[in-house]
């Protein structure tokens, strides 16, 4: 598992258990991420310490924190799968930004590094997360205003050979 790592200017690493108050403001500021994960504003930090417990418990399963790599400051969270029991591929189960932070390319910046690297140490081919459609579900939980749909792509990227 990649547990740790640096982009230009983003350092993924574990979250320890004192920070989880931390990552829950970066969770609440980002309204999306509520709205489509069934969560509200008071998205509770039982349900983040929970979700942090089971990435520590399952070896297969990781949520990394991602600090401005200059002043270690929160600002997001990566949690991805080894191996999804639903499908057997790996997963990128989020990837969430303080909502402050959006629009200045920091996700392509994590995603592109972090994608380069499962495929290099991990022998990835392929990971889900937004990429090539390659199955369609229903979600009922989307609120209304999210432009009519209730429909999401699972997606799929290829990755480069290892070799």
């Avoid at 229903?138 to 799929?156: D, I, K, Q």
Wanted: aromatic content about 10%; charged content about 30%.
């Amino acid at each position: 598992m990649i547990n740790q790592f640096e982009t230009e200017r983003i350092l993924a690493r574990p979250i320890r258990e004192e920070e989880l108050p931390t990552f829950l403001n970066v969770i609440r500021s980002n309204r999306f991420f509520l709205q489509v994960s069934g969560g509200s504003p008071d998205y509770p930090l039982s349900k983040l310490e929970k979700d942090w417990k089971e990435a520590n418990e399952n070896p297969g399963e990781c949520m990394l924190g991602l600090f401005e790599k200059e002043t270690e400051t929160p600002t997001g969270i990566l949690t991805y799968l080894k191996h999804n029991p639903r499908d057997g591929f790996p997963w990128i189960g989020f990837l969430i930004f303080r909502r402050d932070l959006h629009g200045q390319g920091l996700g392509r910046e994590v995603t592109e590094h972090f994608l380069d690297l499962t495929c290099r140490r991990l022998g990835w081919t392929s990971i889900h997360l937004g990429f090539l459609k390659v199955e369609m579900k229903e979600l009922f939980n989307l609120p209304e205003n999210h432009a009519g749909e209730r429909v999401v792509w699972v997606m799929e990227r290829e990755l480069a050979s290892p070799h």
